[in-house]
C-alpha cells in the first residue's frame, strides 16, 4: 500500500512561488500515476495536474503556464512547482498516488497553501 506524504504549503504573496512535494512510499512508484488536487474552503476537490510513469503530463486550464507536475523515480517522490500564485490558488493541495493497474487512489493528507493579496 502506498502512503503519500505532503509538504511544503505555507503562506506566500500574489505572484510568489512554491513548489509542494510528495513522497509517496511505494515498493514500485513506477506503477503509479501521480496527482495533485486542490479544494478550496466551501468547494469541491479539483484536479490540478496528473504525469504518468513515462513523464506525460496534464493540467487543469487554470494553472496551465504557471504550474508544472515532475517526478522522481529515484526519490519516490512527486513535485508541483507553482508560479505566478493568485489568491484563487489559495486551498488545501492534496497529492494522490493511482495505481495504473486497479485504478485504486490513495491519498496524503494534505497541504495548506495561502496566497495573500
Known amino acids: 500500500q502506498v502512503q503519500p506524504v505532503e509538504s511544503g504549503g505555507g503562506l506566500v504573496q500574489t505572484g510568489g512561488s512554491l513548489r509542494l512535494s510528495c513522497a509517496a512510499s511505494a515498493s514500485n512508484f513506477n506503477l503509479y500515476v501521480m496527482c495533485w488536487y486542490r479544494q478550496a474552503q466551501g468547494s469541491q476537490r479539483e484536479l490540478v495536474a496528473h504525469?504518468?510513469?513515462?513523464?506525460?503530463?496534464n493540467y487543469a486550464d487554470l494553472v496551465k503556464g504557471r504550474f508544472t507536475i515532475s517526478r522522481d523515480s529515484a526519490e519516490n517522490t512527486s513535485y508541483l512547482q507553482m508560479n505566478s500564485l493568485k489568491p484563487d490558488d489559495t486551498a488545501v493541495y492534496y497529492c494522490s498516488a493511482r495505481q495504473r493497474i486497479s485504478g485504486a487512489d490513495y491519498w496524503g493528507q494534505g497541504t495548506q497553501v495561502t496566497v495573500s493579496s
Open positions: 504525469i504518468t510513469p513515462r513523464g506525460g503530463t
